[in-house]
């Protein structure tokens, strides 16, 4: 079948047609990338991209908070975000009212886990947590085979974490919270640091340790909590390639042989960077089209 997926984020709206063969194959046949501007400015261009082009659903993995709860007047709205204009914005409605096929939502990290669980490395694991490292920090949470929503969503990048020894005086970038994963190792945080952005930090050990520290330390928080069978790490400061092996490293210390099973022995298949290059939210967005059929 042929479906729409939308990631929408808040720098970009990346738009693509696939051509899907149930769980097995798929085909990207067109991608297309729109700034997020206003809603008023976006949503058609949106639109119009997706009308025409005969998918049989659309699926959208958003930037949130969003509203999931199908029985909710505002399901289907992007609800609290600072993001100018997005606030109380009804994306799901938008695309019901003009396109009149199925839309299925979800939140941005749950749509990545989804296609990493449906075609990429969590194929076949019923319990696994996505975890994107960008200009914001957030995790989709799989658990018994579902996707996990509960009374939001997870908000797992606002996690309280517990300072390194040489961070004390930092001010956390979190314009809520003091010392939450996000505001300490998101990318922004980072740049804010150490004066210049991560990208250009590659040759500072110092920077890495620390930011593995911080992952490894949410990290061991979700595997206390959630037991996962996989953790998929994803985002922009995870293309520093040097952190996987110091955050499994950190996770090791941290856990201290308290969890003895085997996905504890081989951290370097439990603890993994994306699998679908930079197409698991656009195939989990696809997924979320299939799902909502
Ligand atoms: P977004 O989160 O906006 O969707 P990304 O996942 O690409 O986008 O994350 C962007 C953030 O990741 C920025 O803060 C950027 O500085 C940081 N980043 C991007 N590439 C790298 C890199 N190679 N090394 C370290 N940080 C990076
Ligand atoms: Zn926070």
Not at 49 to 71: M, N, Q, S, T, V
Not at 157 to 183: I, Q, Y
Not at 224 to 252: C, D, F, T, W, Y
Not at 287 to 292: H, I, R
Request: charged share 20%; glycine share 12%.
């Amino acid at each position: 079948m042929k479906v729409g997926a939308l990631e929408a984020g808040g720098t970009k709206m990346v738009c693509a047609i696939v051509e899907v063969n149930g769980r097995d194959t798929w085909e990207i046949l067109d991608e297309v990338s729109i700034p997020t501007l206003s809603p008023a400015a976006t949503l058609p261009m949106l639109v119009d991209y997706f009308r025409g082009k005969e998918i049989e659903a659309l699926g959208i993995a958003c930037f949130g908070p969003i509203d999931l709860h199908k029985d909710s007047p505002t399901y289907g709205y992007i609800t609290t975000t600072p993001k100018t204009g997005w606030a109380n914005c009804n994306i799901v409605g938008a695309f019901a009212k003009e396109l009149k096929i199925p839309v299925g939502f979800d939140t941005d990290v749950n749509g990545s886990l989804l296609g990493e669980a449906t075609f990429g490395c969590a194929k076949g694991i019923a319990n696994s947590v996505y975890i994107t490292i960008g200009t914001g920090i957030g995790a989709g949470v799989m658990s018994n085979g579902k996707l996990l929503h509960g009374m939001l969503h997870p908000e797992a990048g606002h996690v309280t974490l517990k300072r390194h020894e040489k961070d004390a005086d930092f001010v956390c970038n979190c314009p809520f919270h003091d010392s939450c994963f996000e505001g300490l190792a998101a990318g922004p945080a980072i740049a804010k640091r150490w004066g210049k952005k991560g990208v250009e930090l590659s040759d500072r050990p110092e920077v890495w340790e620390m930011e593995a520290y911080y992952i490894a330390q949410a990290l061991v928080d979700y595997i206390m909590v959630l037991s996962p069978e996989k953790i998929i790490l994803g985002g922009g400061v995870m293309h520093q390639p040097q952190l996987l092996p110091l955050i499994r490293a950190e996770v090791k210390k941290q856990v201290n042989r308290y969890i003895r099973t085997s996905q504890m022995e081989h951290l370097e298949d439990y603890i993994v960077g994306a699998s679908l290059g930079d197409d698991q939210g656009i195939l989990g967005a696809c997924c979320l089209a299939m799902e909502a059929c």
